[in-house]
């Protein structure tokens, strides 16, 4: 039975695998039709008809994974590494019945290449869904703070 | 030590037939003097009429590093202020567009201003009277900038009171202008949203110049592009149709042929366009409807026609891209010698279906984003670029490739597409509008301090 706890397990688990770079794992957490959002406007509704900074299928998100370990990725040598901090999630819905779960976790991320290190904050919004046992990701949006701010390169997952 | 300040011949001396000297991205007095001659002598893009569609509407802007404000007076005409009080100097817009209502209000001491510039009103006036405040500029309100054109809703200004005329400036350059617009079965383009908007730790020529450098794609993007198409073949199963993505990213990887015949034009004054037969966004599937719409407006031969120019980047010299077929702007902004703001916009076809600002949009974001993998190949060439060029050892870029001597400058001609020519027509411009006012400001034009 899905509680606010497995919810809450799973948003820091996502991080986690994100953080020490498990890449497949990660992966593996995706529903099929799943999105990754990052809006470019205040409570953006629309990433279709309007500006984002990402919103990618599984396909696309396959294919940033795998760049980051070819042997022609100069933008990764050296390589990239990150590490989210998060607040305890905030459960919005949990409702295995109608099968909708919905957490907004605050937090603060660091991407570090070589000697340079940037940080963001914002909120990440998981809209999960129940297949067989397990959680899966439908929806993972980030609403950066600063949005509209012009960012250097972003090139893991936040 | 000032090497290159009124001295004409040293800034030639950068540029030569096909090298030019790495001081031209790295060293700050070249930088300095960028922003006091080449930006005020240039046209320089700041915005589109679509986005002062109301009176009292205004848009800021930096033309070099001067931040000037646009504004829509309520006769409808289009005015260019300096974004400073007169008073003091306080900025009068502070956010990138807005709606001023009938009057600019500055902040500081509510000095107001009509939305023409001209002064409105002072509050506790009579304190300047007998003072000789009538004859002072701070009278006539903003400090206005008279050379403006806007040409079909694009808003150009020159800064210098003199210089060459924009007709003669831009030439036939603004085809691709036209043809963007021309897609548009209205002939209209609207600016809907914010711009993406990326940092750059490099000078902000790298930029202008990769815009035309079509032997890097194949190479630089490997990575992005290159997985881009393995991904898809391995997970494409029984699935036909090319997802939108991988139509966008799959033509990066074409081969050096494709760029060599697709053709570079050049023009006068350092403007000039890859993809003058075909080019990457040749190959995008039909959207429904469009053709038809398009037809309608322009009849049938117009319509393929406007529709079967596809080209791929046009640089309007010193700073902006224009990608016609995908309707983006990107206005490369010098902040430093070494840190450059891209703010990449996307034009709504006014009139089309969805569907093409859908992909337009895609597009903006796969390759022009601080979140884009393309975008991450290509900044970190220009970082690498941007420190190799510190060494003394070989101290010019190199822009060889397929020179002929004897090859005239401000000329237009079609030529091989992979030509490194564009980068040497953008070169002569630079030192020509670099100079330029520099000359007269010597007794003996051309002769400077050694
Ligand atoms: S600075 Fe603007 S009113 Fe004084
Ligand atoms: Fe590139």
Redesign the pocket.
């Known amino acids: 039975m899905i509680s606010e706890n497995t919810i809450t397990d799973f948003v820091y688990r996502e991080a986690d695998l994100l953080d020490t770079m498990q890449w497949q794992a990660w992966l593996d957490l995706f529903h099929p039709e799943a999105r990754y959002w990052m809006p470019l406007e205040w409570q953006q509704q629309d990433p279709v008809l309007q500006p984002s900074l990402m919103y990618e299928d599984l396909l696309l998100m396959k294919v940033r994974i795998e760049r980051l370990a070819g042997e022609r990725t100069f933008s990764q040598k050296p390589k990239s590494r990150c590490h989210h901090l998060l607040q305890a999630p905030q459960i919005l819905a949990c409702d295995p019945a109608a099968g909708i779960f919905k957490a907004r976790t605050s937090f603060i991320y660091t991407e570090t290449r070589g000697d340079a290190l940037e940080r963001f904050s914002g909120w990440a919004s998981h809209d999960l869904v129940q297949v067989g046992d397990e959680l899966k990701i439908k929806l993972k949006r980030i609403d950066l703070v600063n949005f509209d701010a012009p960012f250097g390169n972003i090139q893991l997952f936040m | 030590m000032a090497k290159y300040e009124n001295n004409p011949r040293a800034i030639r001396g950068l540029v030569r037939e096909a090298e030019v000297h790495r001081d031209v991205y790295v060293d700050p007095e070249v930088f300095e003097l960028e922003m006091e001659h080449l930006f005020p002598n240039s046209w320089i893009y700041v915005g589109h009429a679509s986005q002062l569609s109301k009176p009292g509407d205004f848009i800021t802007a930096n033309i070099g590093r001067q931040p000037v404000v646009a504004s829509r007076h309520s006769d409808g005409a289009i005015h260019l202020f300096y974004n400073r ?1 007169p ?4 900025k009068i817009a502070s956010e990138p567009c807005g709606n001023t209502g009938k009057f600019f209000r ?1 902040p ?4 107001s201003f009509k939305t023409d510039g001209s002064l409105l009103a002072i509050p506790l006036k009579k304190g300047y009277e007998g003072t000789g405040f009538a004859e002072t500029q701070a009278n006539d309100g903003l400090s206005k900038i008279k050379n403006v054109v806007i040409y079909r809703d694009f808003i150009f200004a020159r800064l210098s009171e003199h210089g060459v005329a924009f007709e003669d400036y831009f030439g036939d350059s603004l085809s691709t202008i036209d043809n963007m617009t021309d897609r548009s079965p209205q002939g209209k383009l609207a600016v809907e949203a914010a711009p993406i908007r990326y940092m750059h730790t490099c000078n902000w020529k790298m930029l202008v110049e990769n815009q035309t450098d079509t032997c890097h794609p194949m190479v630089a993007h490997e990575s992005s592009a290159g997985t881009a198409i393995k991904v898809w073949q391995r997970e494409q199963g029984d699935s036909t149709e090319k997802p939108m993505a991988v139509q966008l990213y799959g033509p990066f990887m074409s081969p050096y042929e494709f760029y060599e015949q697709s053709g570079i034009r050049i023009w006068p004054n350092g403007h000039g366009h890859t993809g003058v037969n075909n080019s990457i966004h040749s190959n995008y599937s039909d959207i429904e409807g469009y053709l038809g719409q398009m037809v309608a407006a322009y009849g049938e031969t117009r319509a393929h026609e406007i529709l079967g120019e596809v080209r791929h980047n046009t640089v309007y010299f010193p700073n902006i891209m224009v990608k016609g077929a995908v309707q983006i702007l990107r206005n490369f902004i010098p902040i430093a010698v070494d840190r450059t703001l891209v703010e990449s916009w996307v034009y709504r076809l006014v009139g089309a279906p969805d569907k093409l600002y859908e992909r337009a949009l895609m597009y903006n974001r796969f390759i022009n984003a601080p979140t884009s993998i393309v975008g991450h190949d290509d900044l970190e060439m220009y970082e690498r670029a941007q420190e190799g060029l510190k060494t003394n050892g070989n101290q010019w870029v190199n822009l060889r490739r397929l020179y002929e001597s004897g090859e005239e400058p401000d000329v237009t001609a079609v030529i091989n597409g992979t030509s490194e020519r564009q980068m040497r027509n953008q070169f002569h411009a630079w030192a020509k509008y670099m100079t330029m006012d520099m000359d007269k400001n010597l007794d003996q034009p051309g002769e400077a301090a050694e």
Do not use: R
Request: glycine share 10%.
């Open positions: 009080c008073h003091k100097g306080v500055c500081y001491h509510a000095w």
